[in-house]
């Protein structure tokens, strides 16, 4: 038998940039998923015959990662689905942990690279941020050159990601305030909707760079405890990734029900559309009371250490 346990992640800036070569700064937060494997009679999840429309990610990971004997696989979780906060890379991320723990092939950087083969192979693309932020825990760096903090590096096609652990501990003075529309957010269409302004666009690909820009002035304002210069960071992201197309009405309505409520900057986190905003604040309360008011639901969770956890 085995366990794992993993964190869901907020994307901080860089959505959509990532895509195009751009940093990205993401942290694992104190939602998790856990899922336990066993050895059974027949592939089961939660009691259902393993199903590759229902358990898409974990059966993937049991066809491409396993060769033993059947499984049956129980799910845990209080991470909302299709809500920008990395409950598939979370899903992934736990079955994959569980299969090479089984098969006697645990390290944290092996789950890295498989669960990202599995994301990819499922969405048809994608960058290992999600995965490696569920893997690691705390916060990380993607970007396309080795920097300081290098964890690992993972390539794709003719794609090279390097990994990077980024030491924010400002982070822990304030609190995340997640604010949720309730509309699935659905990751391949918004891809494919700002993919479309960036190719005929030269703005476009001004902004995806203005966003990577955006991600390092992120970094030294949390290094210096800067808070009001990194909400301005997030404010300007959203900005950006609003004239790309990725927010929505819905989002918008709860960015501006947080700002006036003193945030220090809120923006859409994940792929937009729907899914959720994050809030950066030290009243967190009043942060997520606004947030209700205006339509959606609201969570407070802060930055978590921990990444993926095994038992058994």
Known sequence: MAVASVPGKIILLGEHGVIYGQP??????????????????VH?????????????????????????????????????SASGLGSSAAITTASVACILS????????????????????????????DTSACTHGGAILLARERRDGFL????????TWYVHEVDIPAMRDVHIVVGMTGIKSKTPRQVKKVRRFVTHSGFG???????????????????????????????????????????????EKLIAA???????????????????????????????????KAGGRALVTSVSD???KMWG
Not at 152 to 159: E, G, L, P, V
Not at 232 to 242: F, G, V
Request: hydrophobic share 35%; net charge negative.
């Open 24 to 41: 990205c700064l993401s942290t694992a937060i104190d939602l998790r998923v856990g899922v336990e494997m066993r050895p059974g009679e």
């Open 44 to 80: 089961e999840v939660n009691g259902y015959p393993l199903d590759g429309y229902r358990h898409t990610y974990i059966k993937h990971a049991i066809e491409t990662l396993w060769d033993g004997p059947p499984l049956q696989t129980t799910t845990f979780s209080n991470l909302p």
């Open 102 to 129: 089984l098969s006697d092939d645990f390290s944290q950087e092996t789950v890295a690279r498989r669960s990202f083969d599995v994301e990819y192979e499922v969405q048809g693309g994608g960058s290992p941020n």
């Open 152 to 159: 690992w590096k993972i390539s794709r096609d003719d794609k």
């Open 205 to 251: 690909r001004e902004l995806t760079e203005r966003i990577g820009e955006l991600v390092i002035e992120g970094i030294e304002a949390l290094q210096r405890r800067d808070y009001v210069a990194l909400g301005e960071t997030m404010n300007e992201a959203q900005k950006n990734l609003h004239t790309l197309g990725a927010s929505s009405d819905a989002l």
């Open 258 to 292: 947080a700002r006036r409520a003193g945030a220090y900057g809120a923006k859409l986190t994940g792929a937009g559309g729907g899914g959720s905003i994050i809030a950066l604040t030290d009243e967190p309360e009043r942060v997520a009371i606004a947030i209700e």
């Open 306 to 308: 921990d990444g993926v």
